[in-house]
């Protein structure tokens, strides 16, 4: 069982950065690939990015690509989406989730944590 609780979200200016943490609880925390996504009002969820287990394969949706960073510390149980460059498109509730590597779905989810930013 892994439990992710994400925070690091909040009210931004266009153009702004912002850092996203999830702790993540569970012995296989180290094992699982670990994705950002996110949900805009009235849109559908969609990927962000991921990271392997090792941290040394990581990919990005093309519109955040060069902006955000994903990155992990397994000593601490965390992973980080690091945000520059920040949109007004980029506002949304963000996820974070895990999977083994094996599996093509998500398994664990977060509660989110919401991004506004502003123009």
């Known amino acids: 069982q892994v439990q992710l609780v994400e925070s690091g979200g909040g009210l931004v200016q266009a153009g702004g950065s912002l850092r996203l943490s999830c702790a993540a609880s569970?012995?296989?925390?180290?094992?699982?690939?670990m994705g950002w996504f996110r949900q805009a009002p009235g849109k559908e969820r969609e990927f962000v990015a991921d990271?392997?287990?090792?941290?040394?394969?990581?990919s990005y949706a093309d519109s955040v690509k060069g902006r955000f960073t994903i990155s992990k510390d397994n000593a601490k149980n965390t992973v980080y989406l690091q945000m520059n460059s920040l949109k007004p498109e980029d506002t949304a509730v963000y996820y974070c989730?895990?999977?083994?590597?094996?599996?093509?779905?998500?398994?664990?989810w977060g509660q989110g944590t919401q991004v506004t930013v502003s123009s």
């Open positions: 989730a895990a999977k083994p590597p094996d599996r093509y779905e998500y398994d664990y």
């Open positions: 569970g012995r296989t925390f180290r094992t699982y690939v």
């Open positions: 990271i392997s287990w090792s941290g040394g394969r990581t």
